[in-house]
């Protein structure tokens, strides 16, 4: 078990909807990242968080948003949804060079 | 050119083989160079990372890097059904922004 929790484990919906997912790191990390891992694409990063502010940005789309709370939580917010966004999204946190990944949230965009 | 390449197998070997992952990378400021491994429906776990160029050993497992060539290796020894898996190569400058940029991983079939 890595410590790091994420929700929900499977998400199905339409496309044009939004969608939060959310992750918990594990305990005194204060970095989190964000990736997506499609087929084809393998694991890309997104989006990192550092102590509640935004750190680093990747191949995020403007209809992708995160934001890290206070708490230290994350959540990503996927807007617009389409087809193409069907895949899995990981967190991980890391106080150093290893990530410590979830389980991934797998979305199903129909 | 990308960042990193990693040849996508399948790969399947017989228990007790050998097996070679290699990955190739462009950037010169990579530091740091990981091995991710990724059962199936779960993250990416850290198998083991080494520091600038050279080899580093864990029981069946040997990391190498040549900077020079800016290639990475993984060798797994007397390969098990429990090492199938993908494994992901990372190379990282380092820094307070460790954000990897992972290959596309191999996926590793062991057969009985």
């Known amino acids: 078990d890595s410590g790091v929790t994420q929700t929900p484990k499977h998400l199905i919906t339409a496309t044009g909807q939004r969608v939060t997912l959310r992750c918990s790191p594990r305990?005194?990390?204060?970095?989190v990242y964000w990736y997506q891992q499609s087929l084809d694409q393998g694991l890309q990063f997104l989006i990192q968080?550092?102590?509640?502010?935004?750190?680093a940005k990747g191949n995020i789309l403007e209809r992708f948003s995160a934001q890290q709370f206070p708490d230290l939580h994350s959540e990503l917010n996927l807007s617009s949804l389409e087809l193409g966004d069907s895949a899995l999204y990981f967190c991980?946190?890391?106080?150093?060079?290893?990530?410590?990944f979830g389980n991934g949230t797998r979305l199903t965009v129909t | 050119q990308k960042e990193v390449e990693q040849d996508p197998g399948p790969l399947s070997v017989p228990e007790g083989a050998i097996v070679s992952l290699n990955c190739t990378y462009s950037?010169?400021?990579?530091?740091?160079f990981m091995w991710y491994r990724q059962y199936s429906r779960k993250g990416p776990e850290l198998l083991m990372y080494?520091?600038?160029?050279g080899n580093k050993e864990d029981g069946r497992f040997t990391a190498q890097v040549d900077k020079s060539s800016k290639y990475i290796s993984l060798f797994i020894r007397d390969s098990q059904p429990s090492d199938s898996a993908t494994y992901l190569c990372?190379?990282?400058?380092?820094?307070?922004?460790?954000?990897?940029?992972f290959g596309k991983g191999t996926l590793l079939t062991v057969n009985p």
């Open positions: 991980a946190s890391s106080a150093g060079p290893e990530l410590h």
């Open positions: 305990s005194g990390d204060l970095s």
């Open positions: 968080y550092y102590n509640g502010e935004e750190r």
């Open positions: 950037n010169s400021a990579f530091q740091y």
């Open positions: 080494t520091y600038s160029s």
């Open positions: 990372a190379p990282d400058s380092g820094g307070s922004n460790y954000k990897l940029t």
